[in-house]
């Protein structure tokens, strides 16, 4: 494995929820294992008012109540925190980068970084031009003297114009080669074992297309609801906020043609490719083949849940969607004709993100008549909770007869002894201390899945007929959602039941 050099990372935004959540729990623990650089600082910046102490104080904290290591040793972390400065400035003034660049040649001097930088920019997407504008100006974009990265959330745009002209404005001021679009979920372990379980078995891949396979069904479900994001969640919506990045992601990695080699790139022309092959959606049948849903208020296990409008910030005649479901095809030889089934959504029963290949039917149903109507079989790659793969196949039942019974054959990860799975964030800031940009998304990814997703947005900003299907909180959303299914008796898998004690599917 690839050792990083000596480097800063810089992250705009620290005083926020992801730098303590996330960020310094994930430097932590690449320290812990032994794979920061030798010499390694971090500097956070950010309006809120903090002194050094005051940022490891805060720091601190939240390795205690959000790290994954066990047995945490304070003497490992005190270490840590003596890497960890911080800067009060502005994003958007001018002037307060030349107080950065200052602390920054203080730093460089201090850790022989070689004037190697990471931005990290934890901040409202407008804010990306402005900081990475503002760094040019102060001389800190330039990789002539060192290299300069830029780690950059999602959202990426909000739509197609919005995304080009994010990144048109970033290409003037840096390079694409130097930006880092990240995505959490592509940093999940079970997530890159798509690739692996697809190219290194040779039992899976012959069997991996339009002869074999009936359906693909990906979801990403989620038991919470928009908690304390309710201004935010309703001008993105999980088309925005899901859809067009994690699920569109997997949808890559299953679909994708085996890549040449295991360079970024040619991975991630791979993906572009099944992008580029996505059929059109016409705006007549975005109906037909989207189905949103908005989740509202019921009881779970004797607790009443508030309904989506209920909550804080959220319009009282919101439309905005919590659940998305989508029924597509990719054209081209490997996928024609072979419906990919996608859905995300809020307050549903459990949190679980799984893909699920759907094998086509045996051409005799041999024994259908003794045990009844018999599923396909399944390949089921768990991404979360309880990562790993289940193989679900029929083995006939002990004694007389030919009654058939549905197994599973299942890996877990946990049970790999002495395995540790190292979490999404971790993997990905290794990652871009190491210039590895494969698990990141590149530009005309971005642009390409937007451009897919314009009919169904221009049509429900447009059409005030599309319905907003009500679906009760603890339940697996709008009962209209299983129409998108061509074929008689075929439904979404259910990993679990419905936990709403009461109220009725209706619509908004």
């Not at 980068?97 to 930088?117: E, I, P």
């Not at 992008?275 to 004797?302: C, H, M, N, W």
């Not at 339940?475 to 679990?496: A, K, M």
Request: charged share 25%; aromatic share 12%; with cysteine.
């Amino acid at each position: 494995m690839q050792h990083p050099g000596n480097m800063i990372v810089v992250i705009f935004g620290a005083s926020g929820d992801l730098t303590s959540r996330k960020l310094i729990p994930a430097l932590f623990s690449l320290k812990m294992q032994k794979l920061l650089p030798e010499k390694f600082a971090v500097l956070g910046t950010g309006r809120t008012k903090l002194s050094n102490e005051d940022f490891r104080v805060k720091m601190n904290e939240s390795i205690h109540t959000y790290s994954k290591e066990k047995n945490l040793d304070q003497k490992q972390i005190d270490d840590f925190m003596g890497c960890l400065y911080y800067l009060p400035m502005e994003s958007a003034l001018t002037t307060d980068y030349d107080k950065l660049a200052n602390t920054l040649t203080r730093l460089n001097s201090d850790y022989h970084t070689g004037g190697d930088y990471i931005f990290y920019l934890a901040t409202p997407p407008k804010l990306y031009p402005v900081i990475s504008g503002n760094l040019s100006m102060a001389g800190l974009t330039s990789q002539s003297n060192g290299a300069r990265r830029f780690i950059v959330e999602k959202p990426f745009g909000y739509d197609l114009k919005t995304a080009r002209e994010l990144n048109k404005k970033l290409h003037e001021i840096i390079d694409e080669n130097q930006i880092y679009r990240i995505d959490h979920y592509l940093g999940k372990e079970t997530v890159q074992n798509v690739l692996v379980t697809r190219f290194a078995n040779g039992i899976f891949e012959p069997l991996w297309n339009r002869n074999y396979v009936h359906r693909i069904e990906i979801t990403a479900a989620e038991s919470i609801g928009v908690e304390r994001r309710g201004g935010y969640y309703d001008s993105a919506g999980a088309l925005r906020d899901m859809l067009q990045n994690h699920l569109f992601q997997m949808v890559g990695l299953t679909a994708m043609e085996p890549p040449s080699s295991l360079e970024p790139d040619a991975i991630r022309n791979e993906i572009l490719k099944v992008f580029q092959s996505l059929q059109s959606i016409r705006e007549a049948d975005v109906p037909k083949q989207v189905i949103r849903g908005q989740y509202t208020e019921s009881k779970v296990r004797g607790k009443t849940i508030p309904g989506y409008r209920s909550e804080k910030g959220v319009p009282a005649d919101s439309k905005t969607e919590t659940y998305v479901a989508m029924r597509f095809f990719i054209d081209n030889w490997r996928w024609g004709g072979v419906p990919f089934y996608v859905r995300t959504g809020k307050r549903l029963p459990t949190s679980v993100t799984e893909i699920v290949i759907h094998f086509k039917r045996t051409p005799h149903r041999l024994f259908q008549r003794v045990a009844g109507a018999l599923t396909s079989n399944q390949l089921i790659i768990r991404i979360q909770p309880d990562e790993g793969i289940l193989l679900k196949f029929d083995v006939k039942e002990p004694g007389s007869g030919f009654n058939v019974k549905n197994v599973n054959m299942d890996f877990r990860y946990s049970e790999l002894a002495n395995i540790r799975i190292p979490s999404a964030y971790e993997r990905l800031l290794f990652d871009v201390m190491t210039g590895d940009s494969t698990l990141f998304l590149r530009d005309d990814e971005v642009e390409t899945a937007w451009k897919f997703l314009e009919p169904v947005q221009n049509v429900w900003t447009n059409n005030n007929d599309i319905k907003t299907f009500g679906y009760p909180a603890g339940t697996w959303g709008p009962e209209i959602s299983n129409t998108l299914f061509e074929g008689c008796g075929y439904t979404w898998r259910y990993p679990c039941k419905n936990l709403a004690d009461e109220g009725e599917y209706c619509e908004l």
